[in-house]
């Protein structure tokens, strides 16, 4: 038996309950693998709270982890059983101590990085990856806006954008979280709580606003976003920390600039795996030169699963969190 997370109706963090199954046997195409470390991410509460619906209730949560492939599938050519290997995309369900699902999801582990980084950063560093690398592919010199920069994927990206020689302007709700972001790399912050935004970016930038913004706040911050690009910059709108954005009248785009606008996820960009492999491999790559860490700031049981969600979309933890079962 096996102790794993599931919830049988969508709300706060009290569906969510601890309880032992029998893990499933690998299919075809499958693994098993025995986590070590999850990781909590932010679309976990949004697949909790039903503003993304499960496939079937009741359901396992989180797509993210790290550990050692236990069983292995017929038809599974690049993974054996007691290799170390990581995954951020695939069934719900990583919250548990064992996990199954295909293997076409889950990468090997280079040997200098351990199981509690990988599954704090696979999620987040991939999406990373393909928001600087892909969605605009940053050349050095670009001036970005970046929310909650002080957070699990900002925290990745502030580090990532100073390494492409990019200006990263990230918005933060206390000094603490200014200091964070500033420490990884941010070219500066705003404390949203205190200044205007939109002010603040025109100071910094001289006038000029931002090529990018990305924002993953969603409702309270599409308006102001738009207002801090560039004519013809790209706003990038990748999560609803705040709920989602609803209700747009694309003559905005007009209004504000001819802006370009669009709605990105990481199975729209690691959807095939030599993408994955080739993300994963540079995201690892980053890791292995020191030129990203990760901060592992918050650690809980398995079973503090719904406090651990409380504390993140309570706007109280910093960097990445994990899960240990
Ligand atoms: N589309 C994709 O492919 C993709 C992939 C990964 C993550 N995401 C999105 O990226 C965002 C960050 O994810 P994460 O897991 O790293 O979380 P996180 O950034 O560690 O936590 C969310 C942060 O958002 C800020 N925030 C602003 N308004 C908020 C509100 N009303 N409620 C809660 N938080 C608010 C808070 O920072 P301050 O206190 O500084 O405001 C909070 O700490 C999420 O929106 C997530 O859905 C999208």
């Given at each position: 038996m096996a102790k794993r997370i599931q919830f049988a109706r969508t709300g706060g963090p009290e569906v969510l309950e601890l309880i032992e199954v029998a893990p499933a046997e690998p299919g075809p195409g499958e693994v098993t693998v025995k986590n070590q470390a999850v990781g909590l991410n932010f679309i976990d509460i949004y697949f909790r709270t039903g503003l993304y619906p499960a496939p079937e209730l009741p359901s396992g949560l989180g797509t993210e982890g790290a550990g050692t492939v236990e069983a292995v599938g017929e038809g599974v050519e690049h993974l054996a059983v007691g290799d170390r290997v990581a995954y951020a995309?695939?069934?719900?369900?990583?919250?548990?101590e064992r996990h199954t699902l295909p293997a076409e999801k889950v990468v090997a582990l280079p040997d200098a990085i351990d199981c509690e980084t990988a599954a704090a950063c696979l999620l987040k560093g991939l999406t990373v990856h393909y928001l600087l690398r892909q969605t605009y592919p940053l050349q050095g010199g670009e001036t970005i806006l970046w929310h909650a920069a002080a957070g699990g994927v900002g925290s990745i990206a502030c580090q990532w954008a100073r390494a492409l020689g990019v200006k990263l302007i990230g918005t933060v709700s206390s000094p603490e979280k200014a200091a964070l972001a500033e420490k990884n790399g941010a070219w500066a912050t705003i404390d949203y709580t205190r200044e205007d935004v939109v002010e603040r970016v025109r100071e910094l930038t001289g006038g000029e606003m931002c090529d990018v913004v990305y924002d993953s706040v969603g409702k309270d911050t599409w308006e102001l976003s738009l207002d801090c690009l560039k004519k013809r910059g790209l706003m990038v709108s990748f999560g609803n920390a705040s709920g989602p954005v609803e209700g747009?009248?694309?003559?905005i785009l007009n209004q504000k600039g001819s802006l370009y606008v669009t709605r990105p996820s990481l199975n729209g960009y690691a959807d095939t795996r030599e993408q994955l492999e080739w993300m994963a491999g540079e995201l690892f790559d980053m890791l292995e030169s020191g030129q990203v860490t990760i901060d592992i700031a918050q650690r809980y049981s398995l079973a503090e699963a719904g406090e651990a969600q409380d504390a993140l979309q309570g706007r109280r933890t910093t960097g990445s969190t994990i899960l240990l079962p």
């Open positions: 995309q695939g069934p719900l369900g990583a919250y548990a747009v009248n694309i003559g």
